[in-house]
C-alpha cells in the first residue's frame, strides 16, 4: 500500500524538511517580504491584506509605529515620523539632499547623520531595524516559524558604508543576513527565472531614492553582471522635490513650518501620482498661516521639470552599455523595476533609448523582493525544483585602490569585478630603514588620491629595518558576496601582519556618486598625464636621496670637475622636481642617472675590494 504525504494548502510538503527564508526588499518609499512556497516566490502580505509596508515609522513617548499607521501622523507630527531614512544610511548630513527644506531636527554626528525625536536621538540604523522587524514579524506570524535567515536587496550603486548599514539595521532587528543583493540583479533573478529568458538584458531599477542600471547575461541558468551603474541620490523622491519647489514658487509662500513642509511634500507626492493616469492635477492647498493655494499642473510642465532628472539616469545606462562594451542594439530586453518606472514619461525615454518598449509584465513593486527570496531559499539550502537552479556572478559597482607614493592610486581590484574576489599585489619601501607602512585605502575611478574617495586607513608595522626597495609587502584586498572590503597586508620577510575591515564613517556625498565615472571617462587624458608626471617625480626624488647619500659617503672617489658636474646636475633636478613638466624632469634625472654611473661602479669596486681585503683565494673559494 502505497503512503500520500499530505498537506495543508499553500504548505511544502514537507514542511519539516523546508527552512523558512525570506527576501526584504527595505525601500525608500515601500517594503516587501517574500518568500518561495511550493517553489513559486510570493510576497507575504499583512493581517489586512497590504503586500506594500510604507517605509515610514513614527516616535511617540509610549510606542513606535511602523508603516501605515505611522504614515497617518506624518502630516500630524511631521518631526517625529520619518520617511525615506534609506536616503539617510551611512550618510552625513552634508551628503543629504533638501536638508533645509527638511521638517526633522537633525543631529550631525560623527558617522551617520541623527534625528531628534520625542523618543531621543535615532540613527537611520535604528529607524530602518523598525521597519525590518515588523517585516520579519509578518514573515514568522505568515509562515508558522523562526526564519533562519533573509536575504536583503540593496541599490547597486550604495557603497561600503552603506551596504554596513543595512546590515547592522538586520542584525539589530534579529535576523540572520544570508546575503545583501543588489537590486536590479534580484529583479533579473526574478524575471529572468519566470519568463525562462535568455539573453543579454538591461535592468532600469527606478525607486522612490535611489536609480540603478544594471546589464547581465542570461544564460541556462547563469546570471552574469556584466555592468552596473546608478546614482544613489536620485529617485521618486527628487522628481516630488521638482513639484514641492513648483508650490513654493507659485504660492510665493513665506517661511514654512514643519507640518507645512510635510503638507506640501505630501502634497507633491499625490500630484505625481495623479499625473501617471491623468493629463493634469489639480493642486489645492491651505498652510497653517492662512495662505491658499488653487492650481493645476499639466503632465507636459511635469515632464518639463522633470526632464534632467530623467537624463541623468540615461546618462548612467549610455556608460553601463559602454563598460559591457555592448550596443543597445545587442540588449533583447529592458526589464522596469520600482515603482517610479510607471511615470509614462520615464517609459517612453527609456523605451526610445533602448529602441524597445519595456518589459512590465511583472509588478515594478514586488519583482525585487520575489528574486530576493528566490536567493533566500537557495541559500537556506532549499532544493530547488527541477529545472530551476540557477549561479549568480554579480559585480562591484567602484573600482578599489591603494595610495602609492606621490600621491597615486594603485587600482587592486577594478570596477565591474566579478563577487566575490581578492587580489592581491605586492609593495616595497622608499627609504632605508623603513619600519612602517601607512595603508591608505582608496574608491574610485581617478589617478589621483586627490580625486577618490578614502574608505580607510592603517598602519603596517614591524617591518625589519632594511635598504629602499628591499622589502616585500603583499596587499591583499577581499570583497564578499556583500560587496563588503577587507583590507590585509603582510611582509612576506618577517611575516608581520595587519588587517582591516572597511567601515567608512558614511557614504558618498551626492555629487561623488554622480560624477565618479563620468569625472573618470572626461578627465582620463589629464589623469593619465598627472600620473606620469607624479611617477616621474617619485623616480627623481628617490634619485635625488640616493645620491645625496652617496656624494655624503664616498665623494672621495670623484676628482673635482666629476663632483662639479654631478653637483650641478643635482642642484637643477632638484629645482625641477616641484613643477617641472614631465619631459624635462625625465631628460634632468636621464642626466644625473648617466653622470653618476661611472660614481657607482667605483662605489662596487671600493665594496668588493673591502669585503676582499686580507683574504687568500682559498678563503674566498670556500665561501
Known sequence: MALLQISEPGLSPEPHQHRLAVGIDLGTTNSLVATVRN?????????????????????????????????????????????????????????????????????DSPGMVQFKTIAGVKSPVEISAEILRTLKARAEASLGGELVGAVI????????????????????????????????????????????????????????????????????????????????????????????C????????GPLSAHDQRRLTM??????EALSTHGEAPVSVLLESGEKLNLTLTAESFVTMTQPLVQKTLQACRRALHDAGLEKAEVNGVVMVGGSTRMPHVQQAVGEFFGQTPLTNLDPDKVVALGAAMQANLLAGNKPSAGNDWLLLDVIPLSLGVETMGGLVEKIIPRNATLPIARAQEFTTFKDGQTAMSIHVLQGERELVSECRSLARFELKGIPPMVAGAARVRITYQVDADGLLAVSARELVS???????????????????????????????????????????????????????????????????????IEAALTT???????????LLAQATEQLSQLTENFAARRMDQSIKRVLAGKSIQEIESQ
Request: overall charge negative; hydrophobic content about 40%.
Open 495 to 565: 611575516g608581520v601582519e595587519a588587517t582591516v575591515q572597511v567601515k567608512p564613517s558614511y557614504g558618498l556625498s551626492d555629487e561623488q556618486i554622480r560624477g565618479m565615472l563620468e569625472s573618470a571617462f572626461n578627465s582620463a587624458e589629464a589623469d593619465m598625464h598627472a600620473r606620469a608626471l607624479r611617477e616621474q617625480q617619485v623616480d627623481a626624488q628617490r634619485l635625488i636621496e640616493s645620491v645625496q647619500s652617496a656624494l655624503e659617503q664616498d665623494a672621495h672617489l670623484l676628482d673635482a670637475t666629476e663632483l662639479g658636474q
Open 153 to 244: 536587496t540593496v541599490p547597486a550603486y550604495f557603497d561600503e558604508a552603506q551596504r554596513q548599514a543595512t546590515k547592522d539595521a538586520a542584525k539589530l532587528a534579529g535576523l540572520n543576513v544570508l546575503r545583501l543583493l543588489n537590486e536590479p540583479t534580484a529583479a533579473a533573478i526574478a524575471y529572468g527565472l519566470d519568463n525562462a529568458a535568455e539573453g543579454i538584458y538591461a535592468v532600469y531599477d527606478l525607486g522612490g531614492g535611489t536609480f540603478d542600471i544594471s546589464i547581465l547575461r542570461l544564460s541556462q541558468g547563469v546570471f552574469e553582471v556584466l555592468a552596473t551603474g546608478g546614482n544613489s541620490a536620485l529617485g521618486g523622491d527628487d522628481f516630488d522635490h521638482r513639484i514641492y
Open 267 to 272: 502634497l507633491a507626492r499625490e500630484t505625481k
Open 39 to 107: 517553489s513559486i516566490p510570493t510576497v507575504l502580505p499583512d493581517e489586512q491584506g497590504h503586500a506594500l509596508l510604507p517605509s515610514i515609522v513614527n516616535y511617540q513617548a509610549s510606542q513606535t509605529l511602523v508603516g501605515r499607521a505611522a504614515q497617518k501622523q506624518q502630516a500630524s507630527d511631521p518631526r517625529n515620523t520619518i520617511v525615506s531614512v534609506k536616503r539617510y544610511m551611512g550618510r552625513g548630513l552634508s551628503d543629504v539632499a533638501y536638508s533645509e527644506h527638511s521638517p526633522y531636527v537633525f543631529v
Open 246 to 253: 513648483w508650490l513654493i514658487e507659485q504660492g510665493q509662500f
Open 573 to 583: 633636478l632638484q629645482s625641477l622636481l616641484p613643477a617641472a613638466a614631465q619631459d
